[in-house]
Structures are given as C-alpha cells and as structure tokens.
C-alpha cells in the first residue's frame, strides 16, 4: 500500500507558503524567460540592415540567427542543467541573466562579421543555464494538476519577449540605427538579475514530490530514454519548434521584402500578430490543458495536438494570400495556435521525471528542440531562399516558410502517439 502522508505533507506546506509569493517567483522568472527571447529575438528584426551593412547572403543570415546562438546553447546546456539539479538554481539563473545580457549589449558593438558572432555565442552560453533551472523551481513550487497553467504562465515569456524584440528592434532601428536596438535590449536584464538574487529564495527541492532522492547522470537518462511519452514528445517538440524559430527569424524580412513594411511597420505587425497573439495562445493553453487533463492526463497531449495541427494550414494561408489583411489575420491565428503547446510541452517534461532529475530533462527538451529548431529552421530558410531567390525573388521567402507548415503539423501527430503512453509514464515518475 502506497502510503500518501508525505506527498499530503508537503503540497500542504507548499500550499500553506503566501500564495502571492509563489506568484511573484513566478512572475519574476517569467520576465526574466520574456528578456531571454527579446535577446534572441531582436537580432530577427534587425536582419535586413545588418544584412545590409555587413553584405552577407540569406544564408550567412540563417547561420547567424541560429547556429551561431545554438552551438554553444547546446553544448553547455546540459552540463549547467546537471549542476542545478544539485546547486542553487536561483544562483545560476541571476548570473546566467546578468552574462546574456551583456553579450547583447555587445552585439551592438560588434564591428565585423566575426565579433558579431563571437556576441551571439555568448548569448547562447548564458540563455543555455536560464531556462532549465526556472522551469525547475516553478515545479517545486506548484504541483503536477497545478503545473501546466504555471508552467503555461512561464512560457508567456516566449512571445512577451518576441513582442519585445520586434517592437523594441522595429522602433529603435527605424530612429536610432540597429546598434542602439541591441543596446536597448541588454541593458534591462543586468539590472533584474540583481533584482533576481535579492529578492528570490530558493525553493525546497522536491517540494510538490512525495521523495527527492538524487541520482547519478547514468540511470537520469536511463529513466528519461524509458520514459516512451518523453521520447516522442522530443521529438515532436523539435518539429513544431522549426516552425517558431523559422517564423521568427523570416516573418520580418517576409514583410520588408513581400508587403514592403518599414522597420517600425514591421515591428508593430510582428510584435503584435506574432507576439501578442502567441502570448495569448501560450496562456490560455496552460490554463484550459490544466483544466481539462484534471480528469485524463492524455488531454495534456491531444489538445496540443489538435491545435499544433489547425496551425499547418492556417500558416500556409499566411504565406500564399496576396490580401494583407488575410495575411495578418492568419499570422496572428497561427501564433495563437502554436503558442497553445509551449505550457503543456514543458510540463509534461517536468511531470514524466522525477524530482531529482527535472532540471536535466527540460534542458534536454528545450536544447535538443532549439539546436533543432534555431539551428536548423533560420538556416534551412535562408538555404532555400538563395536557392530560390532568382526564379521568385522577394516572394521566394513565402515559398521557403511553408516548410514551417509542415513541421508543425508533422509535431501534431506525434503528440497524439504519445499520449498513449503518458498515464503509465506520469505513474512511473511519481
């Protein structure tokens, strides 16, 4: 008989902590997540005139955008999340802030195709030790029903921050030059690491667990490699991550070269039919997923599935219309429908892992899917771009962007395979 007073215990204290406090954490490592993606994201709208300065091809572009942010994100990801699933997280989310946000600061200072680079890598390096460790500290925080609406609230930060990086790049380059864009964006973050460290504690690990015990690397991937729902929700989250990052790298040169927006144009239309939208569809995934898995846990799959699908030809739509207002209208529906997943994905990779190992498996997760979908999705983009550039031209952008169409629908089906397995897998972990 399995005896339940410990894991009563402890969700009692957690829920006995101030409710408010739990939120302000919460809130506080969803701006710093939101600032992550304005780092990253800023350089997107900023392709074209450092395109321009530096005279480089799409595909020069496309590396820059992804494989120079991707290559030292993915190496170093998963050593630093190792190190927080066993030091203190808050710790290694304010340094990691405070160094990303100076290697952007940086990146506006950047005098040749090589620094430049050199910058972006050091993005990568800090951005690596951000997210696995946050997302970590929201699950000792809140338990596994509670999960995907704070997890949901956490992955706002991905589309507040491309909100931030295509308004803020949009408006400052158009005004100020795409240095000061750059400038703009780092310079927040080092003042709120320190807001971060002063002000946040860290949480008792495995608070929301009935054991914690900590476990060599060896049998950590053991279990994760058994685990068949975590496998093929890799997987898919590789395939619908193309879709965001490939969007988010071309949206703003689609719409400088195919609609001739201004940089401000561009970052208002983007910001808010991708971002804010995105935003909205990352928030009410979270909440309706926590809602309706209460009853069956393989509703944390099927609804990502089910919107992750619609979002293929909805963005097709997008890319093949030739009325602006269509085309508006089904960038910003896409958003909402790809943001749906991001809340419920992260929790399933806390949920199907034990205490001991959640920070490892959301650094697996996030860094296999971004080296896929930054690394290869910008790139592959760019790639087909140039390839492409003297039969269509500038519409040869909205033909390249139809592969984040079928990627996206391709995550969706493999969302529904695994649902078949995470009752077993969830109970497994427990």
């Known amino acids: 008989m399995v005896d339940f007073a410990p894991q009563v215990a402890a969700q009692a204290g957690a829920a006995a902590k101030p409710s408010v406090r739990r939120y302000y954490v919460l809130g506080l490592l969803t701006v710093v997540y939101a600032l992550n993606f304005l780092d990253r994201t800023i350089f997107n709208v900023l392709i074209e005139p450092i395109k321009k300065e530096f005279t480089l091809s799409d595909t020069a572009m496309g590396l820059l955008a992804g494989f120079g942010f991707v290559l030292f994100y993915s190496l170093l990801g998963i050593p630093i999340a190792r190190i927080a699933d066993r030091l203190n997280r808050r710790n290694i989310v304010a340094i990691a802030f405070a160094f990303w946000s100076a290697m952007t600061f940086l990146c506006g200072m950047a005098q040749s195709v090589a620094t430049r680079a050199l910058a972006r890598v050091g993005v990568g390096i800090g951005e690596s030790a951000g997210t696995p460790a946050s997302q970590s500290m929201v699950a000792d925080l809140f338990d596994k029903n509670e999960r995907p609406r704070a ?7 991905t589309y ?9 790049g949009g408006w400052v380059n158009q005004h ?19 807001v971060l460290w002063l002000t946040v504690s860290e949480p008792r690990r495995g608070a929301m667990a009935e054991t914690f015990t900590p476990e060599p690397v060896g049998p950590t991937l053991g279990f994760l490699a058994s685990q068949r729902t975590f496998v093929i929700v890799l997987i898919g989250f590789c395939l619908t991550t193309y879709t965001n990052y490939a969007t988010a790298a071309w949206i703003p040169p689609f719409l400088a070269r195919v609609h001739h927006l201004s940089s401000a144009e561009i970052g208002t239309y983007a910001g808010t039919f991708k971002g804010l939208f995105g935003m909205a569809g990352t928030l009410v995934g979270g909440l309706v997923v926590a809602q309706i898995s209460r009853r069956d846990d393989r509703w944390k799959l099927w609804a990502p599935a089910i919107t992750s699908g619609l979002a293929g030809p909805v963005f097709a739509v997008c890319m093949l219309t030739s009325d602006f207002t269509i085309m508006v209208a089904a960038l910003a529906a896409t958003s909402f429908l ?6 419920p994905i992260f929790a399933i ?3 199907v892992a034990r205490p001991s190992m959640r920070a490892l498996a959301s650094a697996i997760i996030l860094l296999t899917a971004t080296c896929f979908g930054q690394g290869v999705g910008p790139l592959a ?3 087909i771009n140039d390839a492409l550039k003297n039969d269509y031209g500038a519409d040869a952008v909205r033909y390249s962007l139809l592969s984040a169409a079928v990627t996206t629908t391709l995550g969706a089906l493999l969302f529904v395979w695994a649902a078949g397995s995470i009752r077993g897998d969830i109970k497994r972990a427990s």
Request: hydrophobic share 60%; no cysteine.
């Open 151 to 157: 997890l949901g609230v956490f992955a706002i930060g």
């Open 160 to 168: 507040l921050g491309v909100f931030l990086g295509y308004f803020i």
């Open 176 to 194: 100020y030059g795409w240095r000061m864009a750059f400038f703009t964006a780092g310079l927040p973050g080092i003042a709120l690491a320190a």
């Open 338 to 343: 790809v943001g749906f997943h991001l809340g």
């Open 349 to 351: 990779a806390q949920t």
């Open 381 to 383: 983009v760019g790639m």
